[in-house]
């Protein structure tokens, strides 16, 4: 079974405005939250807020508090931008002393490749939190379409696109498609149509 895109419109139509907000809000927020250590006066890229330990504690929540829908849509959007905004600082102008993570309120750093590691994989592990944390591959389309909106809005500001963008779509198609089967069938259908056109040609 392919997506059904009438069904698609039905369910969007039907989910919860409140859930939407929440999700746009805490996605924002996710964005910002990062740069929150030039606030805190400690050093940028730290790993109090460079690292997912803000997810856990959403999620800690969402688990003690009977799974109320408010956290399950916060941490989607939260986690989702987070993950974003890992797999921008993912591709520096260059690894120097400002791209790599640092320890809070000291100067141990983890060094280049170390710090190349852990971002990559938080980047990673945000994306599969906020894919897990949905309920329908509906979830996940808006969840995507969010995403890829602002890599293509921070082309200007980021200076990149095609590398981010690979990077997230890989992972987000990836893991979505292991979750839900509506998506990995509509992949493979999109690839054998795509591989029976090419066959035309030769």
Avoid at 44 to 51: A, D
Wanted: aromatic share 20%; hydrophobic share 50%; proline share 2%.
């Amino acid at each position: 079974m392919i997506i059904d895109f009438t069904k698609v419109i039905e369910v969007f139509e039907s989910m919860s405005f409140i859930g939407l907000i929440l999700i746009w809000m805490s996605f924002l927020i996710g964005l910002k939250f990062p740069d929150w250590d030039f606030k805190l006066k400690i050093k940028h890229r730290n790993i109090l807020t460079h690292s997912p330990i803000m997810l856990w504690i959403m999620i800690y929540f969402y688990n003690t508090q009977k799974d109320v829908e408010v956290f399950r849509f916060s941490i989607m959007g939260f986690a989702l931008a987070l993950g974003l905004h890992m797999i921008f600082d993912f591709f520096p102008k260059g690894w120097s002393r400002g791209a790599l993570i640092y320890f809070p309120y000291c100067r141990i750093c983890l060094g280049v490749k170390g710090s190349k590691g852990f971002i990559f994989l938080t980047g990673i592990y945000c994306i599969f939190l906020s894919i897990k944390y949905s309920q329908t591959y509906i979830e996940v389309l808006i969840l995507t379409l969010l995403g890829v909106y602002t890599i293509v809005k921070n082309i200007k500001k980021e200076e990149k696109f095609f590398r981010p963008f690979t990077f997230f779509a890989g992972v987000c198609v990836f893991l979505s498609a292991v979750k839900y089967d509506e998506i990995s069938n509509s992949i493979t259908f999109i690839v054998h149509l795509i591989f029976e056109k090419v066959k035309i040609l030769f």
